[in-house]
């Protein structure tokens, strides 16, 4: 098994910066995939940033330019820095791993509790 801790929601006003970090432990072998979701109320859940085992990045066209994803494979941790925050980034922000497991050797998609960012105007 493997758990997720996400820290660093908030509210902030909008123009602010807020940072959330998510730190994987327990039957790790490795970690390949790694990446950001949000759902706002009444929304669907939607993709905000990824980054690969390689350091590869993909970003939701909305946040291009004002989010950067990084990742602390020696931590197992994954960061978002959010910068230029809008009202319309308000929402339950989750934490997405793929993790090879060590016991299993299989890999397994996990997600994080959720935390809320709100942006207000």
């Known amino acids: 098994q493997v758990q997720l801790v996400e820290s660093g929601g908030g509210l902030v006003q909008a123009g602010g910066s807020l940072r959330l970090s998510c730190a994987a432990s327990?039957?790790?072998?490795?970690?390949?995939?790694m990446g950001w979701y949000r759902q706002a109320p009444g929304k669907q859940r939607e993709l905000v940033a990824s980054?690969?085992?390689?350091?590869?990045?993909n970003y939701a066209t909305s946040v291009k330019g004002r989010f950067t994803i990084s990742r602390d494979n020696a931590r197992n941790t994954v960061y978002l820095q959010m910068d230029s925050l809008k009202p319309g980034d308000t929402a339950v922000y989750y934490c997405?791993?793929?993790?090879?497991?060590?016991?299993?050797?299989?890999?397994?998609?996990?997600w994080g509790q959720g935390t809320q960012v709100t942006v207000s105007s």
């Open positions: 997405n791993v793929l993790v090879l497991e060590l016991t299993t050797v299989r890999l397994t998609n996990y």
């Open positions: 980054i690969n085992n390689g350091g590869s990045t």
């Open positions: 327990g039957s790790i072998f490795s970690i390949n995939a």
